[in-house]
Nanobody, 126 residues
């Protein structure tokens, strides 16, 4: 059974940084795509970033490109989201997601992910 546990959320001022972690267990993730989605109050959950565990290929939403960096630590089975230059509009619950063997075409699509963490709150004050 796949388990994803997020941590690292919190309250930060605009312009600040946070690093989110997603500890994954229950499978061998070498063929998986790991992703971060976020959901702001009153809005739908949206794609933020993804990484292929196999080769480290990275994908970003335009809204976070250049400010967020997704990475992985194979030894720890952990995926990170380094968030810099945070803005109030980045305020959301951030969710880690995982799915095996996804094409580039669908990895930004929420409905293709079967495994989700519980989420971690990120609040950016102005």
């Amino acid at each position: 059974q796949v388990q994803l546990v997020e941590s690292g959320g919190g309250l930060v001022q605009a312009g600040g940084s946070l690093r989110l972690s997603c500890a994954a267990s229950g499978r061998t993730f070498s063929s998986y795509v790991m992703a971060w989605f976020r959901q702001a109050p009153g809005k739908e959950r949206e794609f933020a970033a993804a990484i292929r565990w196999s080769d480290g290929s990275r994908y970003y939403a335009d809204s976070v490109k250049g400010r967020f960096t997704i990475s992985r630590d194979n030894a720890k089975n952990t995926v990170y989201l380094q968030m810099n230059s945070l803005k109030p509009e980045d305020t959301a619950v951030y969710y880690c997601a995982a799915e095996a063997t996804m094409s580039d075409y669908v990895l930004r699509r929420i409905e293709y992910y079967d495994y989700w963490g519980q989420g971690t709150q990120v609040t950016v004050s102005s």
